[in-house]
């Protein structure tokens, strides 16, 4: 059963590294999104310094919904996806296995690149360390709500707009407590751990509900 | 009658034919009771005549709340127990919902423009309601996106169990939030204070409102309904001319 997991894993992997796979446009959006902060509020690096881990977390979130209507309806409209439903695998665990390669192809890019963007925001290199650990913890509960947004877009043509609609409102836990334990790292009035623990937990959780609900929204347009 | 027996939409037809102008009938009615009784309540003391926002306030939130959870359960029948018309009572529920969260909203807006001295404040209630009127236009966004209504009715019911998930770690976190960015000063309408005067006629609303939603979700299913069957009269008619 192990097999058909480690296929999906690495050919999604391969798709997404390969020319058209896109895999580094987020890391681009999220230094783009990084650069244009400056000039709306002004290069007042203090300032910047204050809202960067915002800044950091609020680009990561939206660097990281951009690829997902891309997760499954590539696969649906070659018709990979019912040789997938065939595999000796349920569906509940390729969709599990696409969506770490998801994070491994976009979301890991995004969690090594915080701290370099960081920099640019004049953060404290103490902090770099604990916002680059709140994202690393942080993005595959991103990640693996998106998948069920995908999967819920799967058959429609334009549904890039749509995911990010669908997935935003649940991704405020996320942020709460990812941006929390950031400010608590600068020595805010909440505590670092307890937070982090937190947003640890929602990645688990979302790594269960996640795939369990798009591998029923696949089944649904299949029909 | 059996739960089951509603299954058939024919007998749902009939019922909600004699169902629909009662509970109209019934809305009406207590709304006015509600408002009169509203309206010769005696005013706050510290908030004066603008407490008596909240006597459309509080059972608008309430209904926005109950709202989402008959999805949910209208969900769970379309994905576990097939019932026919689970997806139509949730289609027609959305946009009550959404329309009832809206009206919390505005009037919240309204009732903080004199007590806060803002139309809009992050308290963490508010902020909740913010998300789950969020949750509900995303809902109505994927009943418009995909074509074909059962199709739609089972994306619309796996989206609403993963927001009935979410609701309580959304409602957890921005309260701890807002604990975080700001003391809980705000005034609070809630707790055991409140007084039998004020209660009586947020009751006898929060009923009426009850009956004006049940009113127009049983008319919205009916046309619900009736637009699914002119779709498949049509998509024969279609097949039969080509």
């Known amino acids: 059963m192990i097999a058909p997991l480690r296929a999906v894993f690495l050919r999604d992997l391969r798709i997404a590294f390969r020319v058209g796979g896109g895999a580094g446009i987020g890391v681009v959006f999220f230094l783009a999104l990084v650069t244009v902060i400056p000039f709306a509020v002004g290069p007042d690096l203090p300032l910047l310094a204050r809202i960067g881990p915002a800044v950091l977390w609020i680009g990561a979130l939206l660097a990281s919904l951009l690829g997902l209507d891309r997760i499954f309806s ?75 947004g995908a999967a819920l877009a799967v058959a429609l043509p334009r549904g890039g707009l749509l995911v990010a609609v669908l ?29 982090l623990r937190l947003v640890g937990a929602l990645s688990l959780v979302t790594f269960v509900i996640g795939p369990v609900a798009a591998a029923a929204a696949i089944r649904n347009i299949r029909d | 009658m059996a739960f089951y027996e509603l299954a058939n939409p ?34 706050d003391y510290q908030q004066g005549e603008t407490v008596r926002i909240m006597y459309i306030h509080v059972p608008a939130a309430w209904l926005g709340l109950g709202i989402y959870t008959l999805m949910a359960i209208a969900a769970l029948g379309t994905l576990v127990w097939r019932h026919p018309l689970a997806d139509v009572a949730a289609k027609a ?39 789950l009127f969020l949750l509900y236009l995303g809902i109505l966004a994927l009943w418009r996106a995909i074509e074909e209504p059962g199709q739609a009715g089972r994306a619309v019911a796996i989206l609403t169990l993963v927001g009935l998930i979410n609701v ?7 309260d701890w939030w807002n604990t975080l960015h700001q003391p809980a000063s705000v005034f609070r ?29 049983l008319a919205a299913m009916r046309n619900e309904i009736l637009r699914r069957r002119v779709r498949t009269l049509r998509l024969l008619a279609a097949a039969e001319a080509c």
């Open chain 1, 74 to 148: 590539a696969d649906h409209e070659d018709g990979s996806l019912d040789v997938m439903l065939l595999a000796p695998a349920p569906l509940e665990l390729i969709a599990a296995a696409k969506g770490a390669a998801h994070w491994v192809a976009t979301g890991l890019p995004l969690v090594i690149a915080a701290p370099l963007l960081g920099l640019l925001l004049g953060l404290e290199p103490a902090l770099l360390g604990a916002i680059t650990l709140t994202l690393l913890l942080g993005t595959p509960a991103l990640t693996f709500l998106g998948l069920v």
């Open chain 1, 167 to 195: 997935i935003l409102p649940l991704t405020i836990p996320v942020l709460i407590f990812g941006v929390a334990a950031t400010v608590g790292a600068a020595g805010g009035p909440v505590p670092f751990d307890m937070p």
């Open chain 2, 10 to 43: 024919h007998r749902f037809m009939t019922l909600a034919r004699w169902l629909v102008p009662v509970c109209a009938a019934a809305a009406v009615a207590l709304l006015a009771i509600g408002l009169v009784l509203g309206f010769r309540a005696p005013a």
């Open chain 2, 93 to 131: 529920a959305a946009p009550i919902g959404a329309g009832f969260t809206l009206i919390c909203l505005l009037t919240g807006a309204l009732w903080g423009r004199p007590m806060w001295g803002a139309y809009w404040v992050w308290d963490a209630r508010l902020t909740s309601m913010l998300v």
């Open chain 2, 168 to 174: 309580p770690i959304v409602k957890f976190s921005v």
């Open chain 2, 189 to 217: 309408i809630d707790g055991p204070t409140i007084h039998p005067a004020i209660l009586t006629p947020l009751l006898v609303m929060a009923l009426g409102f009850a009956a004006l939603f049940l009113a127009l979700h």
